[in-house]
T-cell receptor, first 114, second 113 residues
Framework: GENVEQHPSTLSVQEGDSAVIKCTYS??????FPWYKQELGKRPQLIID?????GEKKDQRIAVTLNKTAKHFSLHITETQPEDSAVYFC?????????????FGQGTILTVHP | DVKVTQSSRYLVKRTGEKVFLECVQD?????MFWYRQDPGLGLRLIYF???????EKGDIPEGYSVSREKKERFSLILESASTNQTSMYLC????????????FGSGTQLSVL
């Protein structure tokens, strides 16, 4: 089955800095790669996603890049703010008969210091 | 707004008890999932269902079973709770034909003593 590895496990930055979280996946059939943000005591929420036919996607201060050949994808947050502090999870899915069935990474605790 | 409701926010049970975790979604989603969340391990899929009375094992099904008698309700059952099942349990749903965005419940923190 699919295996998703996520690094780093914790990340501490100063407000205004950039943050990068990296994930690798094992199943070449995976074609959908979402990122979820979970604030303390709250449910995970989708913040951005990318499909395998696209190399990069951007939404305001967040962007995701995908390298299918190397089987890795990354989340980039620019101009970080204290409200970006949360746990971030990457995930992968092969779609098709596995529609909505995500394999998650281990999570990254991001702390943004004012 | 999609609502995925889990019946309990916190639950304390004793070893060997049978435990039911209930999840209800109000948007007629076909697919429903049960994940458990543990620090440093992320979210791991226990079971999922694509239709009423249908279920499939996820990555860590041992010690669990599920029931989906109605489309909107997906129950997770711990037949005989053990201390290593102490965890946060998250239910999620997604409609077919969407962009695969999962809608999560608020979670049930289960402690097995």
């Amino acid at each position: 089955g699919e295996n998703v590895e996520q690094h780093p496990s914790t990340l501490s930055v100063q407000e205004g800095d950039s943050a990068v979280i990296k994930c690798t996946y094992s199943d070449s059939a995976s074609n959908y790669f979402p990122w979820y943000k979970q604030e303390l005591g709250k449910r995970p929420q989708l913040i951005i996603d990318i499909r395998s036919n696209v190399g990069e996607k951007k939404d305001q201060r967040i962007a995701v890049t995908l390298n299918k050949t190397a089987k890795h994808f990354s989340l980039h947050i620019t101009e970080t703010q204290p409200e970006d502090s949360a746990v971030y999870f990457c995930a992968a899915s092969a779609g098709g008969t596995s529609y909505g069935k995500l394999t998650f990474g281990q999570g990254t605790i991001l702390t943004v210091h004012p | 707004d999609v609502k995925v409701t889990q019946s309990s926010r916190y639950l304390v049970k004793r070893t060997g008890e049978k435990v039911f975790l209930e999840c209800v979604q109000d948007m007629d989603h076909e697919n429903m999932f049960w994940y458990r969340q543990d620090p440093g391990l992320g979210l791991r899929l226990i079971y999922f269902s694509y239709d009423v009375k249908m279920k499939e094992k996820g990555d860590i099904p041992e010690g669990y079973s599920v029931s989906r008698e109605k489309k909107e309700r997906f129950s997770l059952i711990l037949e005989s709770a053990s201390t290593n099942q102490t965890s946060m349990y998250l239910c999620a749903s997604v409609p077919l034909g969407s962009n695969e965005k999962l809608f999560f419940g608020s979670g049930t923190q289960l402690s097995v003593l």
